[in-house]
């Protein structure tokens, strides 16, 4: 079953740091890209892409807002995704969720959330100015 598992949200002041973790199977670890998309509070706003990274670790993508930012990483040995979150602003307020997409190839093409197969429940990361 590929049910990811998101922990490591919280309230920060802008400029602080927080390393959000997603734990997944070893079947899951195998076979997917692993990715993080967010949501501002209240939805009235898409879910949208931040951060991804393919099966191997190989390859790795991020949205412009995040990017110098934001660091995505994999461990292989713990089925365990990351997404370390450096000089956090207020406009980075949203839950994050972790999502799993079957991979064909190394490489992550489709970073509308709506193409990605499976989801946590997010975890809420709110910026204060």
């Known amino acids: 079953q590929v049910q990811p598992v998101e922990s490591g949200g919280g309230s920060v002041q802008a400029g602080a740091s927080l390393r959000l973790s997603c734990a997944t199977s070893?079947?899951?670890?195998?076979?997917?890209?692993l990715g993080w998309f967010r949501q501002a509070p209240g939805g009235e706003r898409e879910r949208e892409f931040v951060a991804a990274i393919s099966v191997s670790g190989t390859n790795t993508y991020y949205a412009d807002s995040v990017k110098g930012r934001f660091t995505i990483s994999r461990d292989n040995v713990k089925n365990t995704l990351y997404l370390q979150m450096n000089n956090l602003s207020p406009e980075d307020t949203a839950v994050y969720y972790c999502s799993a997409d079957l991979a064909y190839s190394d490489y992550v093409r489709d970073f509308d959330y709506r193409a990605w197969d499976h989801w946590g429940k997010g975890t809420l990361v709110t910026v204060s100015s």
């Open positions: 070893r079947r899951t670890f195998d076979s997917y890209a």
